[in-house]
């Protein structure tokens, strides 16, 4: 993904349970790592995008997500979201305007994440994330069954020590791909 700077290292795996596989990478010009997480679903792949793309229903399955909501869709294949991330205490919370966006490539669809600085004006209590890469990926490999890419990398701005964001790098996106797949294979 363009933007993210010079990889340092391979992938690294930190976790690999229940079918999730959750990598972790250091990467120039970022104070934290990034994350890579894996796993397969079982669900259409239309269900998968339209999830996704739902800003409004991320707290019901992405970790520390306190609030979310799609501000505007820009057409089929663009939605601007904005999100509170709920941070441990005694740390502010973080929010972000963010815009997702839809493309394909072979039997490939992919879910573009990156943020937006000055669509909306910041709120004194949340410190506002202003530089993010990403991307959901999601390849059918047969009817209904479906390989699940999370790739993404945020600065969490703010006094947040790198060494303590890294420590929850792990568990956020594996419990999120895990509420996921709940959701989707009910």
Same mark, same amino acid.
Not at 18 to 43: D, H, L, N
Not at 45 to 49: G, Q, T
Not at 116 to 121: Q, S
């Given at each position: *993904?363009? +933007?993210?700077g /010079?990889d340092? +290292?391979?992938?690294?795996? %930190?976790?690999d349970?229940?079918?999730?596989?959750?990598?972790?990478?250091?990467?120039? +010009? $970022?104070?934290?790592?990034? &994350? !890579?997480? %894996?796993?397969?679903?079982?669900?259409s792949?239309?269900?998968?995008?339209q999830?996704?793309?739902?800003?409004?229903? &991320?707290?019901? $399955?992405?970790?520390? *997500?306190?609030?979310?909501?799609?501000?505007?869709?820009?057409?089929?294949?663009? =939605?601007?979201?904005?999100? =509170?991330?709920?941070?441990?205490?005694? *740390? /502010?919370? @973080?929010?972000? =305007?963010?815009?997702m966006? !839809?493309?394909?490539?072979?039997?490939?669809?992919?879910?573009?994440?990156?943020i937006?600085?000055?669509? #909306?004006?910041e709120?004194?209590?949340?410190?506002?994330?202003k @530089?993010?890469?990403?991307?959901?990926? =999601?390849? %059918?490999?047969?009817?209904?069954? #479906?390989?699940?890419?999370? /790739? &993404?990398?945020?600065?969490?701005?703010?006094?947040?020590?790198?060494w303590?964001?890294?420590? &929850?790098?792990?568990? +956020?996106?594996?419990?999120?791909?895990?509420?996921?797949?709940?959701?989707? %294979?009910?």
């Open positions: *993904m363009k +933007g993210y /010079q340092i +290292g391979e992938w690294e795996l %930190e976790k349970k229940k079918g999730i596989k959750v990598y972790t990478r250091a990467q120039e +010009g $970022w104070p934290i790592k990034g &994350f !890579r997480a %894996e796993t397969s679903i079982k669900s792949k239309e269900d998968f995008i999830t996704v793309l739902n800003a409004d229903a &991320f707290t019901e $399955w992405m970790k520390d *997500m306190k609030s979310s909501k799609n501000i505007e869709v820009t057409d089929n294949d663009t =939605v601007i979201t904005y999100y =509170v991330i709920d941070i441990p205490w005694p *740390m /502010q919370d @973080r929010d972000a =305007v963010g815009t966006s !839809r493309r394909e490539e072979d039997n490939t669809t992919f879910i573009e994440v990156s937006l600085n000055d669509y #909306l004006p709120y004194p209590k949340l410190v506002r994330m @530089r993010s890469l990403g991307y959901w990926s =999601v390849t %059918e490999t047969s009817e209904n069954n #479906l390989d699940i890419v999370y /790739q &993404f990398i945020a600065d969490p701005e703010g006094n947040v020590p790198g303590i964001a890294n420590l &929850f790098l792990v568990d +956020g996106p594996y419990e999120t791909l895990a509420n996921l797949r709940d959701r989707l %294979e009910q």
